[in-house]
């Protein structure tokens, strides 16, 4: 009994609880190691990823109706970014700079933007099925949207659906506050009410305002597409990704300590409610922005956080980064899919990841099932 006591003193000392303390095992040479490792992983993970983003972009750029040549696709880059003259035809150099190049781009920011919302908006409510449109911000950026669409007024789109996912933000946060103190529970409710509001009213306007081809680009609208993206929609939601998707990535280590709850967090030194408070709004005007140039686009920020975390694990600074590369890679090769699978008919990209996040998301809850009992 003398001896088995030490041992069993050592199999104790070396074991580490789950999370953010895992990083402060018993030895202090693992650490480190481990948490180069990690990184080194992360990193190698996401200079793969954006090889093949790259790749992605540049089979969006040459498939479709009229095949390009990658030739061809540099000389319409080249002459625009560095003059000289396009040695293609004004047709096809439309087709590579006013049509398929921007249209790829935008795809692929909303789909990094969205990838990352969902991993926070998971992150902050302790919530699986959470995504970025958690908080009513599809269904109000909708409305506003919907709003202008059958005013005739589409060059209003984005400012009244950005407008609209706010409203709806503040209206999910005001709800929740009025119920008692913040928390994850209480947010993802109202958030529920105010989503179904919004939806409620924009079902109203549509039944009492739409009609024929107003129908049918509300309807594009609101399954989710990227047909009408142009250089201002790169500009749109390249800037706010730059500005908010960035810092939102970089907030892993917050991530982490908030994993546990408020209490660990605040012990760990985070200022829980003003952290809580300023990701939120980071989420919400991001996605704001991002729905503003592609409607509302499912599944993203829901499936491929889960995917990622099954590749790397659940460290957080480790999640975002890589969801971010993933979540672009999927958006631009799923738009690609509805661009190109029912020539000359083009799907909204919201049908395809649907169709295709949905029986993904299935098999990761049949995967991961014992973790979730």
């Known amino acids: 009994m003398t001896n088995a006591r030490p041992a069993l003193a050592s199999?104790?000392?070396?074991?580490?609880?789950?999370?953010?303390?895992a990083d402060v095992p018993a030895h202090e040479g693992r650490p480190a190691a481990h948490r180069d490792r990690a990184t080194t992983r992360t990193w190698l993970l996401v200079a793969i990823g954006l090889a093949v983003l790259v790749l992605a972009l540049l089979v969006a750029v040459l498939v479709g109706p009229a095949a390009l040549t990658p030739a061809e696709v540099w000389s319409s880059v080249r002459h625009h970014m560095l003059g000289g003259e396009a040695t293609l035809s004004t047709l096809r150099d439309a087709i590579v700079w006013e049509g398929r190049l921007p249209r790829a781009l935008t795809a692929a920011a909303v789909g990094a933007g969205l990838a990352v919302c969902g991993v926070v908006m998971q992150a902050l409510t302790r919530n699986p099925l959470a995504d970025p449109y958690l908080l009513g911000l599809s269904s109000g950026a909708s409305l506003g949207a919907v709003s202008v669409l059958l005013l005739g007024l589409t060059v209003l789109l984005p400012v009244a659906a950005f407008a609209g996912a706010g409203l709806a933000l503040v209206a999910s946060l005001a709800l929740a506050g009025t119920l008692g103190a913040l928390t994850p529970t209480r947010t993802v409710l109202a958030g529920l009410a105010v989503s179904q509001l919004a939806a409620a009213a924009t079902s109203l306007v549509i039944f009492w305002s739409a009609e024929g081809d107003s129908y049918r680009e509300v309807l594009t609208w609101l399954m989710g597409s990227v047909a009408g993206a142009g250089w201002s929609s790169v500009a749109i939601a390249g800037v706010a990704l730059l500005v908010l998707g960035v810092p939102l990535a970089a907030a892993g280590n917050v991530l982490d300590a908030m994993t546990f709850g408020d209490h660990a967090a605040s012990a760990l030194g985070v200022p829980v409610e003003r952290v809580r408070w300023g990701l939120l709004g980071a989420v919400a005007l991001l996605t704001g922005a991002l729905v503003s140039v592609s409607g509302s686009i499912g599944f993203v920020g829901l499936v491929l956080p889960h995917a990622v975390r099954a590749i790397v694990g659940s460290?957080?600074?480790a999640v975002l980064p890589v969801s971010a590369v993933a979540g672009a890679i999927v958006l631009?090769?799923?738009?690609?899919?509805?661009r190109t699978a029912f020539e000359p008919r083009e799907l909204p990209v919201g049908v395809v990841t649907a169709a295709l996040g949905a029986p993904a998301f299935a098999w990761l809850l049949h995967r991961t099932r014992r973790s979730l009992t």
């Open 11 to 21: 199999r104790t000392s070396t074991r580490v609880a789950p999370g953010p303390a």
């Open 332 to 338: 631009v090769l799923a738009d690609t899919l509805a």
């Open 315 to 317: 460290r957080h600074r």
